[in-house]
Nanobody, 128 residues
Framework: QVQLVESGGGLVQTGGSLRLSCAAS????????MGWFRQAPGKERQFLAA??????????ADAIHNQARFIISRDSAKNVVYLELNRLKPEDTAVYYC???????????????????WGQGTQVSVSS
């Protein structure tokens, strides 16, 4: 079982920045492939970015990669994954979810999109 707790959401103006955090806890000493999704009102949950256990490999959804406004990173020693949101736009308003794969023994550089565990979500609202 992996528990994920997100934080860092809030209300910002267009052009502002936020850094979301996701703290993972599970098997002692384990790290997991993790990622971020978001879900806007009335829309499906959207994949944003994923990062390997080592932090050396990242993968972004094409739309996110092309805009180059979001950056995923991790502090493996603390088992925390971050999502830095820059130059925010009103259309970025959504609940942002942390995601983790259960395989703590995955290759350290393996990226997983859509793992087994979800956090409770953190609201990001961008005003125009």
């Amino acid at each position: 079982q992996v528990q994920l707790v997100e934080s860092g959401g809030g209300l910002v103006q267009t052009g502002g920045s936020l850094r979301l955090s996701c703290a993972a806890s599970g098997r002692t000493g384990s790290t997991y492939p993790m990622g971020w999704f978001r879900q806007a009102p009335g829309k499906e949950r959207q994949f944003l970015a994923a990062i390997s256990r080592s932090g050396a490999k990242t993968y972004y959804a094409d739309a996110i990669h092309n805009q180059a406004r979001f950056i995923i990173s991790r502090d493996s020693a603390k088992n925390v994954v971050y999502l830095e949101l820059n130059r925010l736009k009103p259309e970025d308003t959504a609940v942002y979810y942390c995601n983790a794969d259960a395989n703590a023994d995955a290759d350290p550089d393996e990226v997983v999109v859509g793992g087994d565990y979800w956090g409770q979500g953190t609201q990001v609202s961008v005003s125009s």
